[in-house]
């Protein structure tokens, strides 16, 4: 099973940051659309497997839901997608870099969080809503519990949550970036998801498709949304471009003192050219 070294990794994270930001408009909503349905459909199956469950399985069905949520970052980074809380690791990578200016960060975010909702809001509003599945029995319940969790909580709360979701979410990212078959992109991928559903952290494209089916079954506003979304979204930011993205440019790319000063001895050393 072929994988890169953490340098790698930084390198090839530093030139895929590149290539999302100058991504054309067109491209990146239908990526952004697929992106947030694919994660909106894992979100589904969570619902759909841990609904019915008895309550006396505790945290063992919270760890089942976890189990088969990782399908929708899956389809994100096998089949292609593009994903909000990814390519908030991604582009702040490439911009420390200086491979781009921070205009096409804030751009690439602002059409992949539209499109993400978009894609979020039709599996809730088509799938969960009008087929039923989330509307439907326990797992109403189920779809109303979460949605119910993640928007009682506190402005701090929900931003501190959203750090540790997109420093799991960002490094699944980092390990299938570090992977060059799928098997191993795909192991990769499970244990960090897995761990941030079971642990129940916010991930904002996830809220774009709970909490609107909530809404569509009758239970909360689309301003509750929006207190959850400013929090979540601030936090997934801070998660994904500075526990990791920041984090791994200050080791691997960011040149030190020490590095120029071994640069600078070996050019002295250098024979001149007669």
């Not at 099973?1 to 930001?21: L, N, S």
């Not at 996830?206 to 569509?216: G, K, L, R, S």
């Amino acid at each position: 099973m072929a994988f890169h070294t953490p340098q790698e990794i930084a390198k090839y994270t530093v030139d895929a940051g590149v290539r999302k930001a100058y991504m054309a408009v067109p491209n990146m909503l239908v990526l952004g659309f697929l992106a947030g349905a694919f994660i909106a459909l894992g979100f589904l199956l969570d619902i759909r497997t841990v609904g019915n469950l008895p309550e006396e399985w505790g945290s063992f069905a919270s760890f089942l839901g976890g189990a088969v949520f990782p399908v929708g970052l899956i389809l994100v980074l096998v089949a292609g997608a593009e994903l909000l809380t990814g390519n908030m690791m991604a582009l702040p990578l490439a911009w420390l870099s200086k491979k781009i200016p921070f205009s096409l960060v804030l751009r690439n975010w602002f059409w992949i969080a539209l499109s993400n909702f978009v894609g979020a809001v039709f599996v809730a509003y088509f799938f969960g809503h009008v087929v039923g599945l989330t509307e439907t029995g326990p797992f109403l319940e189920k779809t109303v519990s979460i949605a119910e969790h993640k928007l009682n909580e506190a402005f701090l709360q929900s931003f501190i949550s959203a750090i540790g979701c997109n420093w799991l979410v960002a490094l699944a990212v980092w390990l299938a970036y570090g992977s060059e078959d799928i098997g191993g992109k795909i192991l990769g991928i499970w244990f960090p998801i897995m761990a941030f559903v079971t642990i129940g952290f916010q991930h904002i494209v996830a809220n774009m498709f709970v909490i609107p089916a909530a809404i569509f079954a009758g239970y909360f506003s689309w301003l509750d949304f929006l207190g959850n979304f400013v929090p979540v979204f601030l936090g997934n930011a801070v998660g994904g471009s500075l526990f990791v993205g920041g984090a791994y440019w200050f080791v691997y790319i960011r040149p030190t003192r020490q590095e120029k000063g071994k640069a600078n001895v070996a050019r002295r050393q250098l024979p001149l050219e007669k």
